[in-house]
């Protein structure tokens, strides 16, 4: 083979494998673009799912508040403020006028003090002992070398605090000793609505204004200014 024959066989084999290089490296480079365009579609997918999700999320309902406890029962006694600061107060659930006070909300007061008064001078009320047997007694032989024991001592129990009419009452009896109207049979009683009675011997009165004689009617006044300047807080 002539010479050159031989350099066109080897250019003709060059020109083959540098086509063969190129043409693997076109399809390396093309495979590697088509990735990278798929990776940024995926990408550019999972986006705007989330962006799509975003809105739902956020428009989801606040969780409801929890509703407020019905407590059962009557407000007695409430002291509160209206909206230009001027003091109110609510007896029995109702709103009453205080610019005068009428005498039954006046009784009414002096009534719901007069339960506050223990814990306002810090006193408790004794509690009641638990309703429980006592246990059977366990007789036991009498020894002569033992003297027999004394009377046992009854354990003092605290009295049950009076009411504000057996309390006004008290004071109304210390007053009528020794007086004229000493034996009239003239007493205060609690009434069955809270208010208050009056026995003057044979007779009854729903109210102290409904007293006939004037002279009982004004030491049953005095007795109880008297008690609410002892007991009222302030007086």
């Known amino acids: ?69 019905n407590v059962s029962g009557v407000n007695l006694l409430r002291l509160w403020l209206d909206e230009k600061e001027a003091p109110r107060l609510d007896l029995d659930d109702q709103t009453v006028n205080t610019t005068p006070i009428s005498e039954a909300h006046r009784r009414r007061l002096v009534t719901l003090l007069n339960v506050l008064r223990p814990w306002i001078e810090g006193k408790l009320s004794a509690r009641p002992a638990p309703a429980t047997p006592p246990p059977a007694p366990v007789a036991a032989a009498p020894s002569p070398a033992v003297a027999s024991p004394g009377p046992v001592q009854k354990e003092d129990r605290p009295a049950a605090p009076l009411s504000m009419v057996a309390q006004i009452n008290e004071i109304l009896q210390e007053r009528l000793a020794g007086g004229p109207s000493a034996e009239r049979g003239i007493r205060l009683v609690e009434s069955l609505e809270g208010g208050v009675t009056v026995i003057c011997g044979s007779q009854k009165f729903n109210s102290v204004s409904e007293v006939t004689d004037p002279q009982i009617q004004s030491e049953i006044r005095s007795a109880i200014a008297a008690w609410e300047k002892k007991y009222t807080p302030g007086g």
Request: a positive charge.
């Open 1 to 69: 083979m002539t010479e050159p024959i031989i350099r066109i066989v080897i250019g003709l084999i060059a020109l083959a494998v540098g086509w063969a290089i190129g043409f693997f490296d076109s399809n390396m480079r093309a495979e590697k673009k088509i990735r990278e365009a798929e990776e940024r579609a995926k990408f550019a997918e999972e986006k705007a799912r989330k962006e799509a999700q975003r809105p739902i999320a956020e428009a989801k309902p606040a969780p409801a508040a929890p509703a407020p406890v």
